[in-house]
């Protein structure tokens, strides 16, 4: 028997879900043969090192496993085993990241990735005025490229700090960029100096197995990704390379930053990566992208400024600020109605801490088999928790101290999650 407390919550988390409108981009709901393989005794297994060179006994199975794993990373991702080669070990993106730095690069080399406030990521070099927020920052010296006020990279601008800055590692990809990528744009950039490049492909890497985004392996050296967001597997990361990095990339993942691989994540990561090569999964992808558009497009129609004025995958980033309300107010009264999304810097910003931006995905309730008239919905349900802001803000003042007293009692919020939870009980849930 699970312990009592900790089955209630587990009940109170899976109502949550199950009865929420899921909006994260980064979350989605993975099957239940990836939770079964998660939950499987695959996790009582230690094997440090590589299939064929363990440093334990009893790897038999284990290293058919990460072999068979490696095989399905190779053809879901459509890539030739001669040219390039997968770590499919790494705990998360994050540390998949740190994995790529901490192989190929010295300390104090230099990087450039997209930065965060413009929908880079974290562990790209992350810094502010008076601190270095990722440790990516302590450990490299970090200059971030932007974007422009089009929303869109300023390819432009980076070629010029490329040739001032001189990074060894220049980085594409992030966690809030709504466009596709010019992988051969970037290409060119870091060939005017001969450094390295690295797609980060932490949130489309469905849309790329699928062929329904640009391919950053046509250009990059190195393409790290997590495998839990658009690719729909456990919470993991992986480390493709070209051949020629292969010894340093795997040596930098274990023994260099990591311990024993988690064999439950990796078998849950095989079976995903089964399916990311079927048609069904292709179709999803498809339908995660149109539902994004019509998200898109609806509130537009609504009134709204979005970021690069639509999307090319499952992120759809919404300027609030516009309307008069922050993007902390719309991430609470849209939790308290049963709605999860997150706040998010949108192009003019001037605190990070304080965005004037939301972002949505498309993914999570693709999975649910919403289609475009449900993202029509939520898009008025989105709309509706910007108006019940403006109310409280006319009622309390515009201090988030003040916006917060007794929000939880306010009744056009609790009539909202009423028609969020009507909305959501009878969709589609995997497990
Ligand atoms: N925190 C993730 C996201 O929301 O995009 C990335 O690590």
Not at 115 to 122: A, E, V, W
Not at 218 to 223: L, P, R
Not at 392 to 412: A, C, P, R, T, W
């Amino acid at each position: 028997m699970i312990d009592p407390k900790l089955d209630i919550i587990l009940e109170n988390e899976y109502t949550r879900q199950k009865m929420g409108i899921e909006l994260i981009a980064s979350e989605n709901f993975t099957s239940s043969n990836v939770l079964t393989l998660l939950g499987s005794v695959f996790t009582n297994k230690y094997s440090e090192g590589l299939p064929g060179k363990r440093y334990y006994g009893g790897n038999k199975h284990i290293d058919e496993l990460e072999t068979l794993c490696i095989e399905r990373a190779l053809t879901a991702f459509h890539l030739d085993s001669n040219e390039w080669g997968v770590n499919v070990q790494p705990y998360s993106g994050s540390i998949a990241n740190i994995c790529v730095y901490l192989g190929l690069l010295e300390p104090h080399d230099r990087i450039m990735g997209l930065d965060l406030p413009s929908g880079g990521h974290l562990s790209h070099g992350f810094y502010v005025k008076n601190k270095k927020i990722s440790k990516s920052s302590v450990m490299f010296e970090s200059l971030p490229y932007t974007i422009n006020e089009t929303g869109y990279i300023d390819y432009d601008k980076l070629a010029e700090y490329v040739k001032v800055f001189q990074p060894k590692l220049l980085i594409c990809g992030g966690s809030a960029y709504p466009r596709d990528l010019d992988y051969k744009r970037f290409r060119e950039i870091a060939d005017t100096i001969g450094c390295l490049l690295m797609g980060d492909i932490a949130h489309i890497s469905g849309l790329v197995a699928t062929q329904e985004a640009n391919n950053p392996f046509e250009y990059c050296d190195i393409v790290t990704t997590t495998t839990h967001k658009t690719l729909r597997g456990p919470r993991s990361g992986m480390i493709f390379y070209k051949k020629e990095f292969e010894s340093r990339i795997n040596e930098s993942v274990f023994p260099g930053v990591q311990g024993g691989p988690h064999n439950n994540k990796i078998a849950a990561l095989c079976h995903q990566l089964y399916e990311v090569a079927t048609p069904e999964f292709k179709e999803y992808i498809k339908n995660v992208k149109k539902n994004a558009q019509a998200l898109a497009n609806k509130l537009i129609e609504l009134g709204y400024s979005i970021s690069s004025n639509g999307t090319d995958n499952h992120i759809v980033l919404v300027n609030v600020r516009d309307k008069g309300v922050t993007g902390s107010k719309v991430e609470k009264v849209c939790e308290l109605a049963d709605i999860s999304i997150n706040k998010n810097a949108v192009y003019g910003d001037t605190s990070a801490m304080n965005p004037g931006g939301i972002r949505l995905g498309s993914s999570a309730m693709t999975t649910r088999l919403c289609v475009e008239t449900h993202f029509t919905k939520i898009a008025e349900f989105i709309d509706e928790t910007v108006k019940i802001c403006l109310e409280i803000q006319k009622e309390k003042g515009v201090k988030l101290k003040d916006f917060l007293v007794d929000i939880e009692k306010n009744q056009s919020i609790i009539e909202l999650r009423k028609k969020v939870n009507e909305f959501s009980k009878e969709l589609y849930f995997p497990c």
